[in-house]
T-cell receptor, first 117, second 111 residues
Framework: NAGVTQTPKFQVLKTGQSMTLQCAQDMNHNSMYWYRQDPGMGLRLIYYSASEGTTDKGEVPNGYNVSRLNKREFSLRLESAAPSQTSVYFC????????????????FGNGTRLTVT | GDSVTQMEGPVTLSEEAFLTINCTYTATGYPSLFWYVQYPGEGLQLLLKATKADDKGSNKGFEATYRKETTSFHLEKGSVQVSDSAVYFCALSYGNNRLAFGKGNQVVVIP
C-alpha cells in the first residue's frame, strides 16, 4: 500500500538547470497538489489539479509548471532553477465526491529535498 | 484570504506534561479544520479533523474543538510521550479541498 510516492528523494541542481519532480498515487484520488515547505513558512501551495485534465495555480506558482499526466501522476517542473527554489517539495492527493461535496483529507508523500546552488 | 495562525516558537516539555498548541483562523464561510503531524524525514500525516462548529476531533490522545465564536482550533494532549516529538501544523480547507497551513510548531518532549 504505497500511497503517494515521490521521486527523487534528494536533488542538487546548479542555477539555471531544469528538472522534473515526479509524483504518483495509487489510491484512485481525483485531486492532486504540490506544496513547498520552507523554514518558518509552513507549507505553501504551488499548483493543484482538482481533477484529471485540469491544473490551476496556487499561492506561489512562479518558476514552476505542472503536468497531470493521468489520474495517478502529477509532475512538477522547474525550467530554470534558482536558489530561491531551494526547499522541500511535497505532493499530496485527495478524493472529492462531486455529488456529495465530500472531500477526503489530503495524503502526503515523503517529500523531495531540493538544493539549488 | 483564508489563513491560519499558530503560536510562535518551539515547544519543549517533559514527558507526561500537558501540551497545548494554539491555532486561530480567518475564513469566509465555515471551513473544515485539521491538525497534521510531521515526524523527522517524513511527509505530513493527518492527526485529527473537525468539519463544523463545536465538533471535537480526537486521535492518539490528542483533541481539538472547533470554536466558531473564538475562531480557534487549539490542540491539546493530557500526557505527552517522547514519541510525540514532531512538528504540528494547523490547517483549514478552502475551494477544491486546498489547504492553508499555519507555520508549524516543533514539539520536543524530554524524557
Amino acid at each position: 500500500n504505497a500511497g503517494v510516492t515521490q521521486t527523487p528523494k534528494f536533488q542538487v541542481l546548479k542555477t539555471g538547470q531544469s528538472m522534473t519532480l515526479q509524483c504518483a498515487q495509487d489510491m484512485n484520488h481525483n485531486s492532486m497538489y504540490w506544496y513547498r515547505q520552507d523554514p518558518g513558512m509552513g507549507l505553501r501551495l504551488i499548483y493543484y489539479s482538482a481533477s484529471e485534465g485540469t491544473t490551476d495555480k496556487g499561492e506561489v506558482p512562479n518558476g514552476y509548471n505542472v503536468s497531470r499526466l493521468n489520474k495517478r501522476e502529477f509532475s512538477l517542473r522547474l525550467e530554470s532553477a534558482a536558489p530561491s527554489q531551494t526547499s522541500v517539495y511535497f505532493c499530496a492527493s485527495s478524493h472529492r465526491d462531486w455529488d456529495s461535496s465530500y472531500n477526503s483529507p489530503l495524503h502526503f508523500g515523503n517529500g523531495t529535498r531540493l538544493t539549488v546552488t | 484570504g483564508d489563513s491560519v495562525t499558530q503560536m510562535e516558537g518551539p515547544v519543549t516539555l517533559s514527558e507526561e506534561a500537558f501540551l497545548t498548541i494554539n491555532c486561530t483562523y480567518t475564513a469566509t464561510g465555515y471551513p473544515s479544520l485539521f491538525w497534521y503531524v510531521q515526524y523527522p524525514g517524513e511527509g505530513l500525516q493527518l492527526l485529527l479533523k473537525a468539519t463544523k462548529a463545536d465538533d471535537k476531533g480526537s486521535n492518539k490522545g490528542f483533541e481539538a474543538t472547533y470554536r466558531k465564536e473564538t475562531t480557534s482550533f487549539h490542540l491539546e494532549k493530557g500526557s505527552v510521550q517522547v514519541s510525540d516529538s514532531a512538528v504540528y501544523f494547523c490547517a483549514l480547507s478552502y475551494g477544491n479541498n486546498r489547504l492553508a497551513f499555519g507555520k508549524g510548531n516543533q514539539v520536543v518532549v524530554i524524557p
